[in-house]
């Protein structure tokens, strides 16, 4: 029977949103269901076999939506299997090497048993929310570092890992 997944995810700008809704969408390919919701929508997560949660990344911490979000369902997400993922670096160092957890995601992992954590690059673009993103922008770091084909590859991965994995708890 396929797995359904959730795929929460805090951002600001929408660049995280991109992520989640495309890893959503490999796991539908792959036969689940899966689908993206905003972190600080998600009112209760026991329809789900499975979690993946995404942040943003600003100025070393992950976004409040998803820092909340593990707060408030971490008993439920510590009985399924969850991954976490963050956004943010604004250059191709997330393509180049493994970037490591900031402090409250590598908390949260030990916490509720995380399978895996993955940091994409981030994207800030013209149009951004914030004083200090519009001043990025404007200074010429802005940009749009996300690999999909490297997001799509660690969708993949998650899909096989449910289809091999008893679910937990």
């Known amino acids: 029977m396929p797995r ?3 795929v929460a995810y805090g951002t600001t700008n929408g660049s995280t949103a991109r992520i989640a809704e495309t890893i959503a969408e490999v796991l539908r390919k792959e036969g689940m269901p899966a689908e993206a919701v905003p972190a600080r929508s998600v009112t209760d997560v026991s329809s789900y076999d499975a979690v993946v ?3 943003g990344l600003y100025a070393g911490r992950w976004h409040k939506d998803a820092r909340r979000f593990v707060r408030r ?4 997400l510590a009985e399924r299997p969850l991954w976490l993922f963050s956004s943010g670096p604004l250059d191709a160092s997330a393509s180049e090497r493994n970037i490591p957890p900031v402090p409250g995601v590598k908390r949260a992992m030990v916490r509720l048993d995380v399978t895996e954590h993955v940091t994409f690059g981030g994207c800030l673009e013209e149009g951004a929310k914030g004083f200090i993103a519009r001043k990025i922008v404007s200074s010429g770091k802005g940009g749009d570092f996300r690999d999909f084909a490297e997001i799509e590859a660690w969708a993949g991965r998650i899909a096989t890992g449910l289809m091999g994995e008893p679910k937990s708890g």
């Open 4 to 6: 359904s997944v959730l």
């Open 53 to 55: 949660v995404g942040g």
């Open 73 to 76: 369902h971490g008993r439920e």
